[in-house]
């Protein structure tokens, strides 16, 4: 039987962000402005051509395999990454960094800082998954994180990003425990993606306590 992170965007779509999915019974999407991920139950060829008759945009899309996929010509492959996935086995630890919620007034920097740091795709109603959370300097967005997939009962930390004049200081790992400790509490357990030649990232988070679950494959298409 499939796990439900084997087929993370599709069962999102269907469970914990249902109220942000858009498409049909066979084949869902997130507005462009929230999310490029989409998805289905099952890769097969019709699966695609109503994803592709359904998709009110040329793109991008990006659909999540476990395994390398086939994708049909009407398809263009921008981009292939592969990315370890990885589940928070750990314990509950204590944030000491000063950590904001943060809202719609500050989506100008998170864009800013995400175009700088570029940690995965983010665009103006990305916000609207939730629990997005900031380290300020003064008036200006140095560090974030949030969560973006809800693939019940699980709940993925993204956008985890620092302004290149601020790393080294543990920004991130203050955010992540952050993000962790609320999924937690909320009942659900924290999982992430991460590039698998990214080995900084990938030391940090197993310091917190995630370990590597599986590998996917990621495809960014463009009709």
């Not at 039987?1 to 269907?14: C, G, K, R, S, T």
């Not at 990885?86 to 943060?102: H, S, W």
């Not at 939730?130 to 809800?150: N, P, S, T, V």
């Amino acid at each position: 039987m499939e796990h439900v992170l084997d087929n993370p965007a599709w069962n999102a779509l269907i469970t914990g962000n249902k109220s942000l999915s858009r498409g049909n019974s066979q084949v869902k999407f997130f507005d462009k402005e929230v999310s490029p991920f989409v998805g289905f139950d099952t890769d097969t060829a019709n699966a695609w051509e109503l994803l592709y008759e359904e998709l009110p945009h040329i793109g991008p899309a990006v659909y999540i395999s476990p395994q390398p996929v086939n994708i049909p010509a009407q398809w263009k492959i921008a981009r292939h990454i592969v990315c370890l996935q990885m589940v928070f086995e750990g314990d509950y630890k204590k944030v000491t960094q000063q950590i904001t919620p943060l809202t719609d007034r500050d989506v100008p920097q998170m864009m800013e800082l995400t175009g700088l740091t570029n940690p995965g795709p983010f665009s103006a109603h990305t916000i609207e998954f939730g629990h997005y959370e900031g380290i300020f300097d003064g008036d200006k967005l140095i560090a974030m994180a949030g969560q973006r997939m809800h693939p019940l009962p699980y709940a993925e930390i993204s956008a985890v990003c620092t302004h290149h004049h601020h790393l080294g200081k543990g920004y991130a790992r203050q955010l992540i425990l952050s993000q962790a400790n609320r999924i937690k509490d909320a009942g659900d357990i924290p999982f992430l993606h991460v590039l698998e030649s990214n080995d900084r990232a990938i030391k940090l988070y197993k310091s917190l306590g995630f370990t590597t679950r599986s590998q996917l494959h990621f495809y960014l298409l463009n009709k």
